[in-house]
């Protein structure tokens, strides 16, 4: 009796029907924040990375590189301690596109900065803008009443009362306001002025330079004012002092307006400090002369008060005059930088 094959009896089992096992894709660090409720602090954070992630010790391969190319010899170990710069650091080492975190930087060879000019500053340029549309405003709204003035100008005034027109209250803002824009050229020409006989380096910028010279012309115009409302309210009567303030109102008003050309060609044109220095000078003398005519024509009127009107004249407006300069040169000393 022959035995059976015990292999022909078992039954053929397909592919499909053997049970394939499990594969287990393996934990990611985000699969593991993601296992984590989503109030879990960093702290239990870094402690769920460190429990299922373990560090381990990176071994170089100490095999010989065989990658060079023939003819050449084998290429050196990053490890080497006298391996030459050209080595280590490679042309996109430092290249921004290489490293987005490093800056820019310009490619080229720099040029020397340009230095500050008052002609390359917007806020000087809308400054001269505004005064320059200003003043044409203030001349044509008040045309009329500049040239019934400089009629009267040499008019010599009686005691009984005034014979000329009183100015309207749109007259005498535009005044103030050619003043105003005269102690503005005013102070942009103390700024260049400093800046080309005392220095170019101080402790404030040159917006604090021009604001303090516009604050010490300012002041010594509103004091100047007081002295003579207080003198001529002891030696003089109301109608005096009215017409002689009316005067100097004037006569500051178109020094202000004759100022500004002068300092915009200094800006934009170049002119030399020293002849603006002459033509203001030249205005100051003009202007110091209309003043001492009408102080003489308006309280005095005789010749035999010369002694009193220089005493006058002097007092109240070359001293204050004297003082101004003396603090603007101060202070432009104190605020330099000295090294």
Not at 120 to 128: G, P
Not at 304 to 331: D, T
Request: contains cysteine; neutral net charge; glycine residues 6%.
């Amino acid at each position: 009796m022959t035995q059976q094959d015990s292999l022909s009896l078992q039954p053929v089992v397909s592919l499909d029907e053997v049970e394939q096992p499990a594969v287990v894709a393996p934990l990611t660090p985000r699969k593991v924040l993601g296992m984590l409720p989503a109030d879990a602090t960093p702290a239990q954070q870094d402690s769920a990375i460190q429990a299922v992630f373990q560090p381990k010790t990176i071994s170089y391969s100490s095999r010989p590189d065989t990658l060079h190319l023939p003819g050449h010899n084998v290429g050196r170990s990053i490890f080497d301690t006298h391996l030459p710069v050209y080595y280590r650091e490679s042309f996109f080492s430092v290249d921004t596109l290489f490293h987005p975190e490093l800056s820019g930087g310009r490619y080229g060879m720099a040029g020397d900065p340009l230095p500050y000019t008052l002609r390359s500053d917007n806020v000087i340029t809308l400054t001269f803008i505004l005064c320059f549309i200003f003043a044409m405003l203030a001349f044509k709204m008040s045309s009329g009443f500049i040239f019934r003035q400089l009629k009267d100008f040499f008019y010599e005034q009686r005691e009984s009362g005034p014979t000329y027109a009183s100015e309207t209250a749109n007259e005498v803002r535009f005044q103030f306001f050619l003043i105003l824009g005269g102690v503005m050229m005013l102070s942009i020409y103390q700024f260049l002025f400093v800046q080309n006989y005392i220095g170019h380096i101080f402790m404030v910028g040159q917006y604090q330079m021009m604001a303090l010279s516009f604050a010490l012309l300012m002041t010594y115009l509103v004091v100047k004012y007081l002295l003579y409302a207080f003198v001529d309210s002891v030696f003089f009567t109301q109608h005096q002092h009215y017409a002689w303030v009316r005067s100097q109102l004037f006569i500051l008003a178109l020094g202000g307006a004759m100022v500004t050309p002068v300092v915009m060609l200094q800006v934009y044109f170049d002119l030399s400090i020293q002849n603006a220095n002459v033509f203001l000078i030249f205005l100051l003398i003009i202007v110091k002369i209309l003043l001492f005519y009408k102080c003489f024509a308006i309280f005095f009127k005789r010749l035999g008060a010369i002694l009193q009107i220089i005493l006058y004249f002097c007092a109240l407006e070359i001293v204050p005059l004297v003082f101004l300069w003396g603090g603007l040169l101060f202070f432009s000393h104190y605020l330099k930088v000295n090294y």
